[in-house]
């Protein structure tokens, strides 16, 4: 569901450019060309990745592509990728002789020192990939002055930003990764030049050492963001409700923030929600009634284990039947298991193990024809296993552990031929039939 940049930047210069390597009708402008070899002299190149760089064609070089109809260089593409070895080096200023430049990717290799301040004036440029580039040290502020820029990618694990007011100088930007750069000096103020940025739909602040109050905005600016990534920050404050204005989200992720507070029962209305993953923010709380009692409309993944979700599951849960992958392990939940879950007929994942659920199975679960993984245990389920269970084909995985099961286990269990780990272990289960190849420890 990610956008794939890469693949956007081809469509968005295709026809106007031409890749090096292939037949060359255009010819290489002289300046440019210098600028080019003066480039490759700075660099460590012990591979010979660019021992195709002579010549006096320089749009016939890897890694360069020009527009077709007047030979300008449009494309500096370098990075390290498989089978090849990483550039090394300095990147010397002539790169910035290069005026018509869209597209620069650098990413996975080994350069040094600080990200170059010269990169600020080339202000064509849409694509500006410097992810695990080896720069160091502070993010030049002046890279806002790339106001036709679409994609900034500047992960790293040595960088950092004291403050983000020039990201609201980016203002074509539709997708922004600082995943690892060093944020804590930006406190709470991350998100108000963020929210400058009306095309903005991917943003992965992921491991960027966020912390502190998320300020309130006046205004949701933000009527692009698909997918936004906040996971393995430390927050230590409340998720603020305007998050569920963001009506165009897909994707959130904010596993591991230390969000304190109240999960907004809004995302539940969210019309193009698609994926929600709040787990391990073990101070976030919810009553699962009120959560699941809303629509979830197109919910597919939602994953809100080691979380503080108490109360009973919602007979309304059957009615989210988008759903692929549900996890809401070890939480506080108690009350049954509603019957209407059988309804969830998309479900391949269902993980409700170290809770305090009671009651028993309900027969509806063998309707969950998809279901590949149902984790139950350390709960208080009662009763007996139901036979339908027999009929869930795609299962691998039955964990129903530490509960009060009784009866014997039903002989339909030897009819799940893809079963590889099955586990009825500490219940009250007295012998019945057991298919020769599960090991079932401790069967009581
Ligand atoms: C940047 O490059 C890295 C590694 O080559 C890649 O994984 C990532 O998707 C690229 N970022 C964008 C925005 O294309
Ligand atoms: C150059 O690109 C344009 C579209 O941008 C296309 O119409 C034209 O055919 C291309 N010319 C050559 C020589 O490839
Ligand atoms: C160039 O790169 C190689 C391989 O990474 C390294 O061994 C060598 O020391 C580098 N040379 C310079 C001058 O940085
Ligand atoms: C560069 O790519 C090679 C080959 O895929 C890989 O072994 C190496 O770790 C990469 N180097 C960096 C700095 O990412
Ligand atoms: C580029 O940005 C710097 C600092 O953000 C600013 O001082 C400068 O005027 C800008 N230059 C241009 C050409 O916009
Ligand atoms: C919303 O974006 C516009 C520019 O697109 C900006 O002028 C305005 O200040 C932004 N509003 C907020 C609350 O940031
Ligand atoms: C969020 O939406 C609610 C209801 O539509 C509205 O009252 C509130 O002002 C909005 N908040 C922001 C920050 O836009
Ligand atoms: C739940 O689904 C039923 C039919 O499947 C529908 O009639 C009902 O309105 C739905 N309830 C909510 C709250 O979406
Ligand atoms: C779960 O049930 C056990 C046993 O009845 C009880 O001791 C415990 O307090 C309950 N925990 C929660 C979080 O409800
Ligand atoms: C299993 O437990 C239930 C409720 O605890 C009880 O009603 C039923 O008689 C028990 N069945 C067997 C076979 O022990």
Known sequence: METFPFLWIICLLSGELIWGGFAQLVHCNAAEREALLDLKMGLNDSWNRLSSWHGTNCCQWSGIACDNTTGAVLAVDLPNSSGRQPLGGEIRPSLAKLKSLK??????????????????????????????????????????????????????????????????????????????????????????????????SELHLEFCVLSGFIYSISSVNFTSLKVLKLRDNSFKANLPNWFVNISSLVSVDIRNGMLTGRIPLGFGELPN????????????????????????????????????????????????????????????????????????????????????????????????????????????????????????????????????????????????????????????LTDGFMPSRYVLPFLA
């Not at 403050?163 to 709470?188: I, Q, T």
């Not at 993984?373 to 009763?383: A, M, P």
Request: hydrophobic share 40%.
């Open 103 to 200: 597209y620069l990717d650098l990413s996975g290799n080994k350069f040094s020192g600080k990200i170059p301040h010269f990169f600020s004036s080339l202000e064509n440029l849409q694509y500006l990939n410097l992810s695990f580039a080896g720069f160091s040290g502070a993010i030049p502020p002046n890279l806002g002055n790339l106001s036709s820029l679409q994609f900034l990618d500047v992960s790293s694990f040595s960088s950092n930003v004291d403050n983000l007011e020039w990201v609201s100088g980016l203002v074509s930007l539709k997708y922004l990764n600082m995943y690892s750069v060093d944020l804590s000096k930006v406190g709470g103020e991350w998100i108000e030049p963020l929210n400058k940025l009306p095309l903005l």
């Open 273 to 428: 929600l698609q994926s929600l993953k709040l787990n391990y923010n073990v101070e976030l709380s919810a009553s699962c009634f009120q959560l699941f009692s809303r629509s979830w409309k197109k919910i597919q993944v939602l994953d809100l284990s080691i979380t503080e979700l108490h109360g009973r599951l919602p007979a309304l849960l059957g009615n989210m039947t988008s759903l692929i992958q549900f996890d809401l392990h070890f939480n506080y939940i108690e009350g049954g298991i509603p019957s209407s879950i059988g309804k969830l007929s998309n479900l391949q994942y269902i993980d409700l193990s170290l809770n305090n659920l009671t009651g028993s199975l309900p027969d509806s679960i063998g309707q969950l024809k998809n279901l590949v993984e149902l984790r139950l245990n350390n709960n208080l389920l009662q009763g007996s296993i139901p036979s339908s269970i027999g009929n869930l084909q795609r299962l691998t995985t039955l964990t129903l552990a530490s509960n009060k099961l009784n009866g014997t286990l039903p002989d339909s269990i030897g009819l799940l031929s893809e079963l590889s780990s099955l586990d009825v272990s500490l219940n009250k």
